[in-house]
Nanobody, 120 residues
Framework: QVRLVESGGDLVQPGGSLRLSCAAS????????MGWYRQAPGKQRELVAA???????TYADSVKGRFTLSRDYAKNTVYLQMNSLKPEDTAVYYC??????????????WGQGTQVTVSS
């Protein structure tokens, strides 16, 4: 089985920072893309940032210049450094991975989600 485990969500004041982590584990052969999505109350889930292996990071326009995604390829881990947080960043943040298992089955996996609340 493949598991994605997120951590780092919290309540933070506007202008503050958080660092989210997500580690993928299990029967993984190759990870093609890891990234973060978020879903705010009453809104659709949207891409925040994603990094294909060996490629460049894609960011949502709303987070460019404030969020930075990084990957530790050896540890199958993705991070999201969030700075200058705004109330509109409040959402459940979901880790996402596009990968193949040991049996070469390619699928997309999701974490359970971690709550980020930006409020004074």
């Amino acid at each position: 089985q493949v598991r994605l485990v997120e951590s780092g969500g919290d309540l933070v004041q506007p202008g503050g920072s958080l660092r989210l982590s997500c580690a993928a584990s299990g029967s993984i052969r190759d990870i093609y893309t890891m990234g973060w999505y978020r879903q705010a109350p009453g809104k659709q889930r949207e891409l925040v940032a994603a990094l294909p292996s060996g490629g460049t990071t894609t960011y949502a326009d709303s987070v460019k210049g404030r969020f930075t995604l990084s990957r530790d390829y050896a540890k199958n881990t993705v991070y999201l450094q969030m700075n200058s947080l705004k109330p509109e960043d409040t959402a459940v943040y979901y880790c996402n991975a596009d990968l193949t298992t040991w049996s070469y089955r390619r699928s997309t996996y999701w974490g359970q989600g971690t709550q980020v609340t930006v409020s004074s």
